[in-house]
């Protein structure tokens, strides 16, 4: 039972949102292949949320939330030291309403296996306000497996 009625959202067609999102979605992408926390955190609002088993592993915390910038920016060198081979960016299309942006990066690539992923990241203002990120069982599997160079 739904405590709220299910929302269909649909796509945009207003080219600001495009611009935004596709302006986010490149940024926060080109900042986490050069491992450049201070162009990541540009892009995340001072309230911003990620949740991520990634969280819970990394700071040894009951639960995957890291709340505030402060927090962001204290958890991104952690995730840019712990990168995994396993990590590589081939990735499905990017779908957006121009307020949440959701992407994959599935497992099965043409390059061989990679760490799953799904992204959601919910925008306001022109920053990031929450970001998800759903992993796939070949993903959970890279922390136990000693591949994820903590």
């Not at 959202?9 to 935004?20: E, F, G, K, N, Y």
């Not at 990541?40 to 991520?52: K, M, P, Q, R, W």
């Not at 779908?95 to 942006?101: Q, Y």
């Amino acid at each position: 039972m739904h405590d709220a009625p299910i929302s269909f959202r649909q796509p945009t067609a207003d080219p600001a949102l495009i611009d935004v999102a596709q302006r986010i979605h490149h940024a926060w992408n080109d900042a986490l292949e050069r491992k450049d926390a201070d162009a990541i955190l540009t892009l995340y609002a001072e309230d911003a949320v990620i949740e991520s088993p990634l969280v819970a592993y990394l700071l040894g915390t009951e639960r995957g939330v890291c709340a505030g910038k402060a927090a962001i920016r204290d958890f991104i060198p952690k995730v840019f030291a712990n990168q995994p081979k396993e990590r590589r960016t081939w990735r499905n299309p990017v779908f957006t309403d121009g307020h949440v942006m959701m992407w994959e990066y599935p497992r099965e690539t043409p390059h061989g296996d990679q760490m799953d992923f799904a992204e959601v990241m919910e925008i306001s203002d022109g920053l990031i306000r929450r970001h998800r990120i759903y992993w796939g069982w070949f993903g959970v599997a890279t922390l136990t497996s000693g591949s994820h160079g903590r």
